[in-house]
């Protein structure tokens, strides 16, 4: 009789210990969901808020590059009706990528120009956004010459990774590219296909935006 209390004890002790462990794990859990809550507007804020570093492209086929294409003059086309750019070598192909050129009002110009400067890590300093001191975005997709700054924010350009300058303040870098037109009159290029043409096009390079 005494062993079999003594199981019982025993038996409602381990129901208790197994109540408390699954107690605790489900205490975790709410923590984790409630800070995921209260830091989702500092995420929000970042540069990036869609995974542009895994764009369609890679995996499409609409956008490839040539590794084995090596001297030869380098030489990119922007093409604004085909929403694509070709990168040449010597006259061979060496890649295409899909693009994203400046939308009404802020249409990419067109004609023959050169890389007169890069920089991997560019911000604009006339789009982007209006952020508090906590990094929370107070105001999106600002234009600093046309939105005024709310109080207690302060101005955070627009990252532009792989940024290489062709036409006063025109370039082409990292961004968003859904197969429209859609920027203030630079080229967005899939981040992937942004550091593999920054990489190849030392200042100089001709550049050719042809509608």
């Known amino acids: 009789m005494q062993g079999s209390s003594n199981s019982r004890k025993l038996s409602i002790k381990n129901f208790f210990s197994i109540k408390n462990f699954f107690k605790k794990i489900a205490i975790g859990a709410s923590l984790v969901l409630a800070a995921s809550a209260v830091f989702a507007p500092v995420a929000q804020a970042g540069d990036y808020p869609y995974p ?105 350009g627009a990252s532009m990774d792989f940024f290489m300058r062709f036409n006063g303040a025109v370039g082409m870098h990292a961004g968003k590219v859904t197969g429209r037109p859609e920027s203030h009159g630079c080229v967005r290029l899939p981040w992937h296909m942004a550091k593999i043409f920054y990489e190849n096009a030392p200042i100089g390079t001709k550049v050719t935006v042809r509608q």
Request: glycine content about 12%; hydrophobic content about 30%.
């Open 52 to 156: 542009y570093q895994q764009h369609r492209s890679m995996t499409d086929g609409s956008a490839w590059w040539r590794r084995d294409v090596i001297g030869g003059a380098p030489h990119i086309i922007i093409d604004i009706s085909e929403q694509r750019a070709y990168f040449y070598k010597g006259g061979r192909l060496a890649g295409i990528t899909p693009i994203a050129t400046g939308i009404a009002g802020y249409r990419t110009p067109t004609g023959s120009f050169r890389v007169s400067e890069k920089n991997i890590d560019h911000r604009s300093n006339l789009f982007g956004q209006y952020v508090d001191r906590a990094g929370y975005v107070r105001k999106s997709s600002v234009d600093v010459r046309k939105d005024k700054r709310p109080a207690g924010t302060v101005f955070r």
